[in-house]
Every structure is written in C-alpha cells, then in structure tokens.
C-alpha cells in the first residue's frame, strides 16, 4: 500500500482522537477523508463551530461550510481545502460530520 498525500501516522491518529474527545466529549469522534490518494482528517462538529459558521450565513451562505470546516480541520493534505474539486466533495459530508442523532417526533 503506497503512502496517500497527508496520510498521518497511527500514533498522529491516535493523539487527534484522544485530544477531540478531552475537549470536545466521549461522543466526539475523528474522521478520515480520502480523494483521489488525498487524505484529511477532521473532527466532530461542536456547537461552537456550528454557531460560528451559521453566524456567516447572513454575509454569504457558502461561509457557512467554509467555516466548518476549517474549524474542525486536524490535518492531512491541505488541498483537500484549496482543490474546489476536492473541497465540494468533501461538503457533502459536513451534515454528517455533526453526528446528528435523530428521534421520533410525534404529535400527541
């Protein structure tokens, strides 16, 4: 298996997972993106991140995805970031890089 652009060590890896849970809680987790042998590494969005980002929203909507994710940006191949054929792929996954955990909304 040959090395990817970014890729981090294990050891890397592991300090990024024990750091973002510290800070951010036990569900918090670290991501791995890969692309077209481009690695990144990410964490959960926190609600911090998401109200920093929304707060962008009113001066240009595409800020909103910007923000996050340079805010929860770990590391790996920056042009995952700077590579717009990279960086909008990588936006589909913001959604579910909040982790959400959906219910059941039901009317009584």
Do not use: C
Request: glycine share 8%; proline share 2%.
């Amino acid at each position: 298996m040959s090395k990817k652009v970014g890729q981090a060590t294990p050891e890397q890896i592991a300090a990024w997972k024990k750091e973002t849970k510290a800070k951010f809680g036990e569900n918090a987790d670290v991501y791995e993106y890969e692309v077209d042998g481009h690695v990144g590494y990410l964490r959960s969005v926190d609600r911090d991140t998401y109200s920093a980002a929304t707060a962008k929203i009113t001066t240009s909507p595409a800020k909103f995805n910007e923000v996050v994710i340079n805010s929860i940006w770990l590391g790996g191949s920056e042009d995952i970031k700077k590579d717009d054929k990279f960086y909008f792929g990588l936006i589909d996954f913001v959604e579910e890089l909040m982790g959400k955990k959906k219910g059941i909304l039901k009317t009584l």
